[in-house]
């Protein structure tokens, strides 16, 4: 286990592993999913496939969704109702997401990232925001395939480094400099590209072996990702690769 979590530990730390997170969406880019085929599973257990026909956006969150089944019944359901809403990725969002997990979990994890990138859905669940109240609201997952341990999503007020353009196109978003860690249930967390190394020892705290291995190391924003990765593999629910 020792030598395992070594291996762990030197992956992460090279230069390859970019921030391998899903692209997230802006506020301009939520209509865009509106028409577009999806499943929303209920906390109920129900799960029903339509389209999402409409929504509410507060402060960057999806506070309400509007969903059409196959069969032509309409709803309207808040973040309480819902478990997760998958939407289909149309060409070019699912261009943007293998674009920002090119670099990283390649080596590590082929069968995660396989996911990620094949992957045919924009994935959103309920969790709780990080304000007083707690708020519910349906969230952008960036991390599907290694949330086990640490659920990674998109921060709304993030202030994004700049993408790239060509001839005044915008044809890559900038990367993210904060995320919402939630963890067990609990409220959402806002990590910060700042304060990351400062706060890496109390995010990752509930798996001291981990917290071991990198005791030490240098530890750098480009690799968050890859930390969420091996918290998943050595104490969410993934599973450790082996030889």
């Known amino acids: ?21 899903i692209a997230s969406i802006d506020d301009d880019d939520f209509s865009a999913l509106f028409g577009r085929p999806a499943i929303v599973k209920l906390v109920s257990g129900d799960s029903l496939s339509g389209k999402m026909t409409g929504g509410t956006i507060i402060n960057g969150y999806l506070s309400t969704i509007k969903f059409k089944t196959d069969s032509g019944e309409t709803s309207k359901f808040k973040p309480e109702d819902v478990e997760r809403l998958s939407i289909k990725a149309g060409k070019m969002a699912k261009l943007a997401m293998i674009s920002e997990a090119g670099s990283s979990l390649n080596e590590m994890a082929k069968a995660n990232f396989n996911e990620i990138v094949d992957r ?27 949330d086990g341990g640490i659920k990674v999503f998109a921060d709304p007020n993030a202030r994004k480094t700049m993408g790239l353009s060509i001839g005044g196109a915008k044809l890559l978003g900038g990367e993210d400099k904060s995320f919402l860690f939630v963890q067990g249930g609990e409220k959402a967390v806002v990590v910060k590209k700042g304060s990351y190394k400062e706060n890496f020892a109390e995010l990752y705290e509930k798996c001291p072996a981990m917290l071991g291995e990198f005791k030490g190391e240098k530890l750098k924003w480009n690799d968050v990702a890859g930390h969420v990765w091996v918290y998943d593999r050595i104490c969410g629910s993934g599973t450790a690769p082996t030889g």
């Open 1 to 21: 286990m020792k030598m395992l979590l070594m291996i762990l530990a030197t992956a992460v730390a090279t230069p390859a592993l970019g921030q391998g997170f």
């Open 120 to 146: 045919e859905y924009i994935i959103f669940e309920t969790a709780r925001r990080s304000t007083k109240k707690g708020t519910p609201r349906l969230m952008q997952l960036l991390n599907p395939g290694f």
